[in-house]
């Protein structure tokens, strides 16, 4: 295992990699980090500050990381005011003489340099000619990425918390992490054993919390970095964001299981670690998709508008979509919310790129449509939503009208090929029942005020497909307790069958209407909303493959004059 640390170390940057894992570490060690690296701010050559007792001596002591990447050789100590000691001298000169808090005054000061390669051998009588020159200010000590990866495994995987059937596991998930259809078991059973949860997701009695659970979610926050940079590096950021995902929201589910947990202070910070390490996933996923999004069929290569092809294009809008949501909700700071529509921006430059997101083939893709009109509704993007909602629905109806290339209602891909490519009659006639797609779009052109499109797409189903029946499912309280751990939606909550009237108003007032059923409203009093990350019952839909809860933009129906809808409803 420390061989493979090691090997993942040297793969690391200096900034916003290695330097996000060594707080990290610190925290496993004892100590408490004073500040987090942060980019763009001056240092004074200190890159991490923190305090605590050295785990080895058990002495109180200040330690300053000056953070760098790679060998240490000659240029690289002394050649730029970047280098190894102009940082070291500008930590004496300026740190510790004007920027040591009064708490840590008395106590004893390290200097680490710290980096995820070696010091050469022709700079080692340097290094030690600035130590013996300065051994009366600081202590001084070089963390290789040996020494790094001996911390990691000591500290953050030590034998009694990481056991060989982890290490294994992680080992597989490592090897197979570029692969598309690695089906991610290992990661899971992972996560299980090492947030003590059985098969299930239930807690047993003997289930550890507090410390012990906040230690184990920043193992598994070092696990997910090594599992998304390998992925990454094999060139598969859909794959790393993925696993980012389940990592949140597994944890989530094991954290909100117990309200000594959700209330402590180790355990939150603890899941910030992940919630950051998610984010950081979802901007290298983009920062790769971004040139293809902004091309005419950029993701298409050398295929038409295929079933493969719709498929992988409405994850892409899932992901990207579900990605927004969350930046947006986690950050509300005008920086937040310009990072937000940014990624709108790169959304809805698919949507007008690839015309194949407007032709779903499978029903489940209402989940990531339904996400990708509440994103878009959250960042004021309502002409954008009009065109593509526009286009959904008359695809929909021309596809079910002729029979062919429309979404089916079975969730099996071998059934999608036998409709596509070998056209099974019988199947096609199967595949043509429940629709949560014709729901959505409904009471889309609702929210919308698109009259005409919506007046449309009913007459069309009830005069030319009246065996399809528009449905949706409703989350209830019992749903909530399980949907941050796997889909919930076969066995809790309801499903309710839309008879669409063709007047929209009524549409309108049905819905209102369901707003004002309290029994329903259980979105309101999640753990995840009451923690201020409303996001997460929105990820979950796209991660697990449930259905998006109606109610989340059925109060966008709600017209802005009508006060007394709007107080009933309590929205």
């Known amino acids: 295992m420390r061989l493979i640390i090691s090997a993942y170390l040297r793969t690391l940057r200096e900034r916003d990699e290695f330097d996000c894992l060594l707080p990290d570490l610190a925290i496993a060690m004892g100590y ?20 605590g007792k050295n785990p080895d001596d058990d002495v109180e002591e200040l330690v300053l990381f000056v953070i760098k990447q790679g060998d240490i050789g000659r240029q690289e100590w002394s050649s730029t005011v970047q280098s190894v ?11 510790l003489t004007k ?7 008395s106590i004893r000061k390290k200097i680490v340099v710290a980096t995820t390669g070696d010091l050469k051998q022709d700079t080692q009588p340097n290094w030690n000619g600035f130590i013996e020159k300065y051994k009366e200010t600081a202590v001084f000590e070089f963390w290789s990425g040996d020494k790094v990866a001996d911390l990691i495994e000591r500290f953050m995987l030590d034998e009694h918390v990481f056991q060989e059937e982890d290490r294994v596991g992680l080992r597989k998930a490592l090897a197979f992490a570029g692969e598309r259809d690695y089906s991610m078991l290992d ?3 992972l996560l299980t054993r090492q947030l003590g949860l059985d098969s299930q997701g239930e807690l047993p009695a003997t289930a550890k919390g507090g410390k012990t659970l906040a230690k184990a979610i920043i193992r598994l926050n070092l696990a997910l970095r090594m599992f998304t940079k390998a992925a990454q590096d094999a060139g598969d950021t859909r794959q790393a964001l993925w696993a980012a995902e389940h990592f949140l929201l597994k944890t989530w589910h094991r954290v909100q299981l117990s309200d000594d947990d959700l209330k402590d202070k180790e355990v939150m910070k603890a899941f910030e670690l992940l919630h950051h390490s998610y984010f950081e996933a979802g901007v290298a996923y983009l920062t790769k998709l971004a040139p293809h999004l902004q091309t005419r069929d950029g993701m298409s290569g050398y295929t038409g508008e295929s079933a493969e092809y719709a498929i ?17 909700g986690a950050d509300k700071s005008a920086e937040g919310q310009e990072k937000a529509g940014r990624v709108a921006e790169l959304l809805c430059a698919m949507l007008a790129n690839m015309p194949a997101t407007a032709s779903p083939r499978l029903d489940q893709n209402a989940i990531d449509v339904s996400l990708a009109l509440l994103f878009l509704s959250l960042v004021e993007k309502f002409e954008e939503i009009r065109d593509w909602v526009y ?5 929909l109806v021309f596809s079910l009208v002729q029979g062919w290339g429309f979404p089916i209602s079975s969730d099996s891909f071998d059934d999608l090929v036998d409709v596509a490519v070998f056209h099974d009659e019988d199947l096609m006639k199967d595949c043509v029942g429940s629709s949560w797609l014709a729901a959505t779009l409904a009471t889309w ?5 698109m009259k005409e499109e919506y007046k449309h797409l009913v007459r069309s189903l009830k005069r030319k497909v009246p065996q399809l029946r528009p449905q949706f499912w409703h989350p209830d309280a019992e749903s909530t307790k399980r949907w941050y751990f796997e889909d919930v939606h076969f066995d809790t909550g309801a499903t309710e069958v839309l008879d669409l009237p063709e007047d929209m108003e009524d549409a309108r007032g049905r819905m209102i209407q369901f707003l004002r059923e309290k029994e329903w409203n259980v979105q309101t009093s999640t753990s995840a909303v009451k923690a201020g990350f409303l996001w997460l019952d929105l990820l979950n839909c796209r991660h697990y493959r449930f259905p998006v809860s109606a109610r989340t933009w059925y109060a966008l129906a709600v017209r802005p004059d009508d006060a007394s809808v709007q107080q009933d409803v309590g929205e």
């Open 445 to 449: 052109c609702v929210v919308c005020d």
């Open 312 to 328: 992988v294009l409405l994850e892409h809008v899932g992901l990207i979509a579900s990605f927004g949501i969350a930046l947006y």
């Open 187 to 189: 990661v899971d059973r």
């Open 391 to 395: 286009e959904l629905q008359g695809r």
């Open 85 to 95: 000691r102009q940082s070291l001298e500008e930590t004496l000169d300026v740190y």
């Open 32 to 51: 408490t980090p004073l500040v987090r690296p942060q980019t763009g701010v001056r240092q004074l050559g200190v890159d991490l500050p923190v305090a």
């Open 99 to 105: 920027y040591v808090e009064p708490a840590h005054q």
